[in-house]
């Protein structure tokens, strides 16, 4: 196998057609087709199909896709170690849709600017699914909160512990949080994560009976409505990081009060290892006193 044939197939995938992917790798549309046809006679398995215009992958083109991409890249990183370029390559991240996304890019600017060298690539899925991916290794890492299924060839580092807060709207007067979810209109946070299910067992705990008015998925979303004031709600810290936050009124949530960890999952052997603990300590960085450095565990 080549991996002139496999960056023939990555810009074929990429540009749509076998002609346009000939003007990148600097082939003819005829060589491409040669290209392409020697890889699946080696493979035994038909790429493309080719009925359709422009053609289209098969399910077998799927999978050695991915196995293209993976070779190319590790090609990539092996090129950029001998030559002495510890920090180059590309670095594949994935995040939960979380509030904590608010910070991964800014800590990925921050890694641009620091390893110009180094290429990056951001994925965002449901933690399950970011889990399986650093194992398997289509990621070199992902961003996920604390996870019972972490598997044991796997490493979770977490770089934020923050509280959760009970969050009202600006002129609010009461104090007594247990007060307000009971007798206030309550945004509910609805989504298969982890932390909807601690703010909800919490409540239940606590014996509180809210009157929810509204459920919603994000929590952004949830922050946005209670400062217009449709009612109360409970976020993590990272969610209130705009000017426009400091009005909200802000109570503990819990007691005591809770908290939530979110963290980087990545290979426990992983030739990213370094690149991925700078990221981590950029990150612990931004998240200012609730940062946790690498060495921190639960």
Known sequence: MDTRQLKTLVAIVTHGTF???GDVVGLTPSAVSQQVHALEMELGAQLFDRTSRPPTLTPQGM??????RNILRQE???????????IAGTLIIGSV???ALNLLPRAIVQMRTQYPQLKTSLRISQSSILIADVAGGRLDAAIVADHMGIPPALRWSPFLREPLWLIAPKGTRETNAVKLLTETPYIRFRSAVPLANVIDAEISRLGIVTQDIAEIDTIGSIVTCVRQGLGV???????????EDLELVKLAFGDPQLTRQIGIVERTVSPRTEIIGDLHEML???CGEHGLSRNVRQ
Request: aromatic share 0%; proline share 5%; no cysteine.
């Open 76 to 86: 990539e990183d092996v090129k950029a170690s001998l030559k002495g370029e510890k």
């Open 284 to 286: 612990a960085s931004l």
């Open 63 to 68: 999978q050695v896709l991915e196995m293209a």
């Open 97 to 99: 849709r979380s509030s």
């Open 19 to 21: 002609a346009k992917a």
């Open 233 to 243: 709600s409970i976020v993590p810290h990272v969610a209130l990081q705009e000017p």
